[in-house]
């Protein structure tokens, strides 16, 4: 049992705004136990880069965890070796060179077309009609489910999202996650009943080739539709939002005074896309 001071949260205010909340916890409460999330909160950034790495006592193996039971144990949710194993299946998808030499082109392409598409309107809401689509294309490519629409990449994406933070129990909510993976694995068996090309760098591919079970492979593929959609959308909308609200950065970005990886990491450490990253206690630990 847990000697945390106990806090309590208001989950509509925090839905709505958490930072408030966490700057109260990290000065009066930075290791908390919160009732509503039957969950221990630890909010400093030094705690958290420390105890992280610990995984024999904060394990990512968790599996009464909501991402377990809704989608599966996938490698984010595995340590030590079972994680590296993973790990190493799909680095050919995500690495810094697949990146540079097969995705960039990829991604710039079907940018532009998301972009050509929303010219002749002349307006476009950042989210909905930019982001949303531009992550969504890229992530199709990225997994090879080249065969959904990136309205459904973005509504199996956001329904994931929804069931795994579904702390309050929600019915609909968790209904609609099973929907949205179920729709993934009909997705995946279609792209499985075809050939998988020898020169083919997708998770779907990478993950075939190197002998990863179908439960592995689908379970990953799931992993990144739910990181891979949501987090770059909210980044992108975000960041666009933020330089148009100051002009300063948009003429220092104009200028060449400014890069575009500055900028993301600003934002992203200012705004994070993720909010929490989830561990189980496996065993007492002693400060
Ligand atoms: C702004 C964009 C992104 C942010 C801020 C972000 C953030 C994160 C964070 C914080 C984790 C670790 C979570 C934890 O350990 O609990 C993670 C893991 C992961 N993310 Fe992302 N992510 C982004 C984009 C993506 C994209 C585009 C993909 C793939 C298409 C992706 C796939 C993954 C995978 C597979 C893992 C698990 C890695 C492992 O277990 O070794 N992410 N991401």
């Not at 806090?7 to 916890?25: C, G, S």
């Not at 299946?89 to 079907?110: C, G, L, N």
Request: with cysteine.
């Amino acid at each position: 049992m847990s000697n945390a001071p106990i806090y309590e949260i208001d989950v509509a205010e925090f839905r709505n705004d958490p930072y408030p909340t966490l700057q109260y916890m990290r000065s009066h409460t930075p290791i908390a136990y919160v009732p509503t999330l039957d969950a221990i909160l630890i909010t400093k950034r030094n705690d958290i880069f420390k105890l992280e790495k610990i995984t024999n006592v904060f394990s990512s193996v968790q599996p009464d965890g909501l991402i377990t039971k809704l989608m599966g144990q996938n490698m984010m949710r595995k340590d030590g070796h079972a994680h590296q194993i993973e790990r190493k299946a799909i680095f050919s998808t995500v690495s810094p060179k697949t990146v540079r030499d097969i995705w960039e082109a990829k991604f710039k392409e079907s940018t532009k077309q998301v972009l050509n598409n929303l010219a002749p309107s002349g307006c476009a809401d950042i989210t909905k009609d930019f982001a949303m689509p531009v992550c969504a294309e890229a992530l199709k490519a990225l997994t090879g489910l080249t065969n959904m629409s990136w309205q459904e990449m973005d509504r199996v994406s956001q329904g994931m999202i929804d069931g795994c933070a579904n702390y309050t129990g929600d019915l609909q909510v968790e209904a609609n996650c099973n929907d949205c993976t179920s729709s993934i694995d009909a997705h995946i068996s279609e792209r499985l009943s075809r050939a998988v090309d020898s020169n083919d760098n997708s998770l779907i591919a990478v993950q075939k080739r190197a002998g990863l079970s179908d439960a592995q492979l689908r379970v990953n593929v799931k992993l990144a539709i739910s990181g891979g959609q949501n987090e770059p959308r909210d980044a992108i909308a975000g960041i666009i939002w933020a330089v148009l609200q100051n002009s300063n950065i948009l003429r220092d970005l104009k200028a060449g005074n400014l890069i575009y990886l500055q900028v993301f990491e600003e934002f992203t450490r200012w705004i994070s896309p993720i909010g929490m990253s989830p561990r189980r206690v496996a065993k007492r630990y002693v400060h």
